[in-house]
């Protein structure tokens, strides 16, 4: 109590100098520049072993209120409390994108494209392209993209609007069963998936000469190896990078809100093909970051959402790592 009056009365009292020095003719310094009214451009480089690593945002996607047709298994009021303990909006659930880019210095390899120019998930997506040319990086020569799985957005950004490929020098990567689902015609009239699925074939099936199946365990690249995950699509895939003697290990869509999926991991996701089995793939994967300690990257944490997974009650934490302004 005393150290909280002293603490206001420290403020009231800075205050009060400030309004004295400004009756008494001394004006603080005023900026000589209009505000810029823009945001950096976002990407994040580190080092995994001997590759530069760029993490490189498509931008957030908008989901409108979480509710528990969104986050499944929850109440709302348990969800609008989860949130509200971590300061975090109870009105609009907004998901990054966090894009990986290797360069192992023989290859360029771009793991999801985003959503490309599609704004159904809000206006703020969408920023891949001009993001790695701001990160130094142009789009024809990205050698290899690799896609986690077939949702709009880690593949829509494939194909420009005109057809044209945006990466047109890159190898595919891709769960030959994910292609198969999500490139059904059958599937269009399906009421919670139909709207998908015209917009993924106009994206994979012209790229289909370009795809090389993934399978699970397979080392799919030099030091990148994939690892079956299923339940958020049926062929969803993580991926270990290793270099170096480091490790990161690409979660892809195990988990989708940094508070919700690990406070109570759960919780199902309406997006996932089989919530159940999404639950069981996503507490298997904590339980093995919390143990092993290996850093991960998630695509839909907060930006660059690169962290470890830590053990905490029956559920989870993220602990961001400290970003580094120079290598």
Not at 13 to 24: D, E, M, P, T
Not at 30 to 57: D, H, L, M
Not at 84 to 112: H, I, Q, S
Not at 253 to 271: A, G, K, T, W, Y
Request: glycine share 10%; charged share 20%.
């Amino acid at each position: 109590m005393f150290r909280s009056a002293l603490s206001r009365r420290a403020v009231v009292a800075g205050l009060s100098s400030s309004a004295a020095a400004v009756a008494g003719g001394v004006l603080p310094a005023r900026a000589k520049a209009p505000p810029v009214g823009t945001q950096a451009p976002a990407f994040y480089r580190f080092k995994i072993g001997t590759i530069e690593a760029t993490i490189v945002s498509d931008g957030e996607l908008s989901l409108g209120r979480p509710t528990p047709g969104l986050f499944g298994g929850v109440t709302q009021k348990t969800i609008n409390g989860m949130l509200t303990r971590r300061f975090l909006p109870t009105d609009n659930v907004e998901l990054e994108e966090n894009a990986l880019l290797l360069n192992t210095g023989d290859k360029l390899v771009l793991f999801d494209v985003g959503v490309g120019t599609s704004k159904a998930f809000g206006p703020k997506a969408g920023r891949i392209q001009s993001n790695l040319k701001a990160a130094g990086y142009d789009p024809k020569d990205v050698d290899a993209i690799v896609l986690t799985h077939a949702h709009p957005d880690h593949c829509w950004g494939l194909l420009a609007d005109d057809g044209t490929s945006n990466f047109p020098n890159a190898q595919i990567f891709l769960q030959e069963s994910d292609l198969t689902f999500w490139t059904d015609q059958a599937k269009a009239s399906d009421k919670a998936i139909g709207s998908f699925i015209e917009p993924t074939r106009r994206q994979l099936l012209p790229n289909r000469e370009r795809i090389a199946f993934i399978k699970g365990g397979a080392e799919i690249l030099p030091g990148v190896q994939a690892i079956a995950t299923p339940g958020h699509t049926v062929g969803h895939t993580s991926f270990v990078v290793t270099s170096g003697g480091k490790t990161l290990l690409l979660t892809a869509d195990v988990c989708h809100h940094d508070v919700l999926s690990l406070e109570n991991p759960r919780i199902e996701m309406m997006f996932d093909t089989d919530p159940k089995q999404g639950v069981a793939t996503r507490i298997r994967v904590l339980d093995m970051l919390a143990a092993q300690k290996t850093p991960a990257l998630v695509y839909h944490f907060p930006f660059p959402g690169i962290g470890h997974i830590s053990k905490q009650g029956d559920g989870y934490r993220f602990n961001p790592m400290p970003m580094t302004t120079a290598l």
